[in-house]
């Protein structure tokens, strides 16, 4: 603990510093980061329609633009690190989410629902919600993200089983030009952007394209391989990282024509799933990509109408080098999905106290295979298609000036499971204008996707035709006071029970892994936060306290029981920014029950408010004392934690071209 108090009296240091070289003015106040708004922006994603974010049936969060830029963040998982509660784990392939106390080892963050605008990104094989450099949006097209915490399936569906994340695009300008983009950072990493905004073309269009390649580590040592055999433990120009990705939006009315298609290629060091060690050959490439014709409109009266048709396509291409009877082969691992569907969603007034909101949902999994290629011998050949029908009802009813219920139901049908039924209740509760007390109870359910079912090479891992659907009630209460226009404190509790969860777990009977349902688990916790502004400076802070067992009260692996977060954002002379967070991570449990020790990570920002000499510029360093710092890993590999990168620096710089 006096390590821990330590570097981060170092870290405050920093920013003291920084703002000691500044004389802030008296009247500044954070144009772009002004608290009292972000309290009363209007939020979507919980109710599929807008309202105040202090009046939704969930425990909700807004990532702005601004913070985006100003804390340096390269991912999505960089960006929900920095929330409240969340936290996230790599295995040096994928990024993992974990929130509500919840991370399981094996699990591609399918019980989080990850949208982009509302679109479904997660895949139809794995049901994948990609988070780090395998997003396929470049994260500076980021407008703002709307975070929801807990079960959400009465809106939603499958996989909004932990949580919503809708990820909200830039529109097209207003005025005609083009934005270049270009950084450089550790592991000789690089990055370039273009976007061209054409508002002449119908009502505004606009086109991304991004390019990135990373080195990655040139000489990485895992002690599990620790012999000579192995090159004594240390993996060689096995880390590389490349991703290529292509946005558009064209607007036309109310309607919205937007497509999205992007492609990351990882080199993997760990020699996962028994592969060989010390190879740049075990590779993983995940191409995702969605076409979306979307009508939008509101109407004087309050009405809100939304219809949207979509096709959707995933591939997935692993190559795994392994030996077998001495002799080096290669193992190739393919899935592909396409899938194509419809929403429509409306939501309407009823009087001055009522709100009602319905829709429908299709989707038409028209592809969902899997095939694996050893030598000339087909070890899985797996063809599936499938098709989803949901009808979704919520009612926003005030009883009062200071009390309103929400209840909401949605009945989803799967042509392999049957029917679930997904019911959320709400009750808001304002003590008086600068307060409230909310209580939100949600059941959802996640099916097992079609790689959890049939997956299996007959070496590494079977499938499990019988899996059933999992569960999850939950109960949170939140308290929201809001002490003055500058300053919001949230405190919340909430309390999990998982039923039929799925797990990755090994057979015994052929030491091959494979997903089974367990009893049951249940996770309480409390979280609280504090926002503040004064002046020139910013600050949040969080701290989440949480405990999640298994049936035999055991402690969940990768489930740390303390968070704590802190943000610090201070205005400084010549129209710099200061940006740093301090994020601990508690001791955490690995899947062979060992223990990590805490992790503390430290990153700061310096960075342009307004464009220098037509230049926006940003600088950042993270993991600032360079600690070492350990995640726990899923079942396939042979360590059960890995070590994270030490301190790294990153500079990015961009120029606008506009004209009118």
Known sequence: MKAIVVRATKFLSVVVLLAGIAVASEASQLDNLDLQQLMQVQFYTASKHDQDAIETPASVTVITRSDIRAFGYRTLAGILQGVRGFWVNTDRNYSYLGVLGFARPGDYNTRILLLINGHRLNDNIYDQALIGTEFPLDVDLIERIEIVRGPSSSLYGTDAFLGVINVITQSPPMAPGVEISAEASSLFTRKARITVGLPQVLDGAMFSASMYRSDGNRRLFFPEFDDSSTNNGVAQAADGDRYGSAYTQIRWKHFQLEGLLGSREKIVPTASFGTIFDTSGERTTDSRGYGELRYQRDFASGMQVTSRGFYDGYFYHGTYPMMMNSTPVVEYDNGRGEWLGSEFNLSRPLGHRNTF??????????????????????????HR????????????????????????????????????????????????????????FGHAFRAPNVYELYYGDGMT????????????????????????????????AFHLSLRHLLDERIDPSNGLDRFINVNSATGRGLEFELDAQHRALRGELSYTVQRSIDQTRALLANSPMHMAKLKLQMQLHFGLLASGELD???????????????????????????????????????????RRNYEPVPFSLLEDRLQLDGRGVRVQISRKFTHE
């Open 357 to 382: 909101t319905a829709g429908t949902e299709f989707r038409d999994n028209m592809k969902q295979d899997q095939w694996i290629y050893l030598l000339s011998s087909e070890l899985l050949n797996d």
């Open 385 to 440: 298609s499938s098709a989803v029908f949901a009808f979704y009802g919520q009612d926003e009813f005030k009883l009062a000036s200071r009390l309103t219920l929400n209840a909401g139901l949605r009945l989803d049908h799967f042509s392999t499971f049957g029917t679930a039924l997904s019911p959320r209740a709400a009750a808001i509760v304002g003590l008086d204008h600068n307060s409230n007390i909310k209580y939100v």
């Open 461 to 492: 891992q079977e499938g499990n035709p019988a899996l059933q659907p999992e569960t999850i009630d939950s109960h949170s209460l939140a308290y929201q006071r809001k002490l003055s226009p500058s300053l919001q404190v949230v405190v919340e």
């Open 584 to 626: 601990y991570l508690g001791p955490q449990v690995t899947y062979t029950g060992t223990r990590i020790p805490d992790d503390l990570n430290m990153n700061a920002t310096l960075s342009t408010r307004k464009p220098l000499h037509g230049f926006d510029i940003s600088a950042s360093c993270y993991n600032l004392s360079d």
